[in-house]
């Protein structure tokens, strides 16, 4: 490491670790002053929802736009279920092991399939529903109603267009409802090779919703409840879970910049370019990754004695130890991510060198 002096650090730990971009920026200026009834009920958010039933090609959706991730998840999950139900999700789902059990809070057990790369599939849904239902006391326990999957999920992988379609149709069959959950929704439909678009979202969701506090907003969800079932009474359920912003039109403001002229997705490609120019070092330099990526975020497995050095000037994520010297961590871009900070990362990783990897536990495949 060669930048010591006076060495700022750059941060790849998350990607909302800055404001907002300029033009949500610039457009909640402009509108500042600008008087409008409360509650969601304005012009922005009416605009922002028209953009993105447009997108959608579903005018028949509603669209709500609540503050953060974890109170969207736990509000359109409480509003879904009844009280003996849950939802079933992969263990390594945000619902899961990144929310305090917000998500129990509202009385609803999450349900957690086995998953080695974030994804969860028809047949693992399919065996825990009729597993239920074939139980002579299925009474006593909790019944499965809901599917909920991110995409992308929590360890950057992405559903294909065909695993959405079977996943959704064996919902369906079943009875159940498809929520997923967007959090990172603009770098997973930008990302290479993705075939998924907001349209076949949608189709296939019961509800689904498009984040913008990790792409490009100060902060807000927009959630798309595709489901007329759902959609009854939607906003008895914000209200209850504190999360109707009486300055509502602050989450309309930001979304209709964000759906006004592509914005939303270029920001989130250009994320998804830096993150390439990152993994192609860290495999020029023979480093393996705990899955396979092609969004944001990336989960390379480093020796303990390069994550010392690389320390002294970046912030980065811990995943988890692969063995008693070796550890997968997260590095994260943003929208905000600069060229610059890039490639300093890049310089210092190949300053450092390749280090030999020998690991005393056996990687999984994929």
Same mark, same amino acid.
Request: include cysteine; proline fraction near 4%; charge should be negative.
């Given at each position: ?23 949500? $920026? ?37 669209? =709500? ?18 009280? =003996? ?22 009385? =609803? ?17 399919? @065996? ?66 993705? @075939?998924?678009?907001?349209? @076949?979202?949608?189709?296939?969701? =019961? ?24 959609? *009854? +009474? ?26 006004? +002229? ?13 993150? +390439?120019? $990152? ?26 004695? *390069? ?60």
């Amino acid at each position: 490491m060669e930048r010591k002096e006076g060495m700022t650090m750059l941060y790849f730990n998350n990607d909302y670790a800055e404001g907002c971009h300029e033009r949500v $920026l610039q457009a909640l200026m402009d509108s500042n002053l600008v008087q409008t009834p409360g509650y969601g009920q304005d012009e922005y958010c009416a605009r922002a929802a028209g953009k993105i039933k447009e997108l959608c090609q579903c005018e028949n959706a509603q669209v =709500h736009f609540l503050v953060g991730g974890t109170q969207t998840n736990l509000t359109v999950i409480a509003a879904a279920l009844r009280p =003996h139900q849950g939802v079933l999700c992969a263990v390594t789902g945000h619902i899961q092991g990144h929310e305090t059990g917000a998500v129990e809070a509202t009385g =609803h057990k999450v349900l957690t399939l086995p998953s080695r790369d974030g994804k969860i599939t028809p047949g693992q849904v399919s @065996d825990a529903v009729n597993a239920h239902r074939r139980d002579p006391s299925f009474e006593h326990t909790v019944q499965p109603k809901m599917v909920y999957i991110s995409n992308p999920t929590e360890l950057g992988t992405l559903y294909s267009l065909g695993e959405l379609e079977e996943l959704s149709r064996v919902c369906r069959e079943l009875g159940l409802y498809l929520f997923l959950d967007g959090a990172r929704l603009g770098y997973g439909l930008s990302a290479r090779g993705n @075939d998924v678009t907001l349209a @076949d979202l949608a189709r296939l969701c =019961h509800v689904f919703y498009i984040g913008g506090t990790k792409v490009g907003a100060l902060f807000g969800e927009a959630v798309v409840i595709t489901d007329p079932e759902l959609a *009854v +009474d939607f906003r008895y359920h914000i209200k209850q879970h504190g999360g109707m912003l009486a300055k509502g039109r602050l989450l309309g403001v930001q979304f209709d910049a964000l759906m006004t +002229d592509g914005l939303y997705f270029s920001i989130a490609a250009r994320a998804n370019r830096l993150a +390439d120019q $990152l993994r192609a070092v860290f495999c020029e330099l023979g480093y393996p990754f705990l899955v396979p990526g092609v969004t944001n975020q990336l989960f390379p497995i480093l020796p303990d004695k *390069v994550l010392d050095q690389l320390a002294e000037g970046y912030v980065f994520c811990e995943q988890e130890r692969i063995d008693e010297s070796h550890r997968a961590v997260r590095f994260c871009t943003s929208w905000a991510t600069t060229q610059e900070a890039v490639d300093a990362l890049c310089a210092d990783l190949r300053r450092i060198g390749p280090i030999g990897i020998k690991f005393t536990t056996r990687l999984l495949d994929f």
